[in-house]
């Protein structure tokens, strides 16, 4: 397992599947309505900055936390003073091994709506950093 699906499973004890809910560009006049909108970034070998880390880190929790979800009772779920607690923790654990990733795990752990989504960003070279 690799840094990016073993961070969701850390986070929330694992997190589970669903739905992919990707988006395309669907409007008339889009330039292309076959593939995703892409938009303009950083160069694809830039360094990732602690800010995107904690927006990645940021998404995984809400994944986990969505994923987790069905199999809670009501009185179970992790109120939203809780999940920012969550992603606190995880920033101050995990931003400086997520400053060593590659920019396409970053891009593709972003882009994931599912466990199988992040699960597969590990294979963008998201190994666990040593």
Same mark, same amino acid.
């Given at each position: 397992?690799?840094?990016?699906?073993?961070a969701?499973f850390?986070?929330a004890?694992?997190?589970?599947?669903?739905a992919?809910?990707g988006?395309? /560009?669907?409007? +008339?006049? &889009?330039?292309?309505?076959? $593939?995703?909108?892409?938009?303009e970034g950083?160069?694809?070998d830039?360094?990732l900055t602690?800010s995107e880390c904690?927006?990645?880190?940021?998404h995984?929790v809400?994944?986990?936390?969505?994923?987790r979800k069905?199999s809670?009772?009501? /009185?179970?779920? +992790?109120? &939203?003073?809780q999940?920012? $607690?969550?992603?606190?923790g995880?920033?101050e654990?995990r931003t400086e091994p997520?400053l060593l990733?590659p920019?396409s795990?970053?891009d593709?752990?972003?882009?994931a709506r599912?466990k199988?989504?992040l699960e597969?960003?590990?294979?963008?070279?998201?190994? +666990?950093p040593?």
């Amino acid at each position: 397992m690799g840094w990016i699906a073993l961070a969701c499973f850390v986070v929330a004890g694992g997190c589970g599947g669903g739905a992919n809910n990707g988006s395309r /560009d669907t409007t +008339p006049d &889009g330039p292309d309505r076959t $593939k995703p909108a892409q938009k303009e970034g950083p160069a694809p070998d830039a360094k990732l900055t602690p800010s995107e880390c904690g927006e990645m880190l940021d998404h995984i929790v809400d994944i986990a936390h969505e994923a987790r979800k069905p199999s809670l009772k009501p /009185d179970e779920l +992790p109120t &939203g003073e809780q999940l920012a $607690k969550i992603k606190e923790g995880e920033r101050e654990r995990r931003t400086e091994p997520c400053l060593l990733l590659p920019r396409s795990a970053y891009d593709c752990a972003m882009a994931a709506r599912t466990k199988a989504d992040l699960e597969s960003c590990d294979s963008m070279g998201a190994a +666990p950093p040593h």
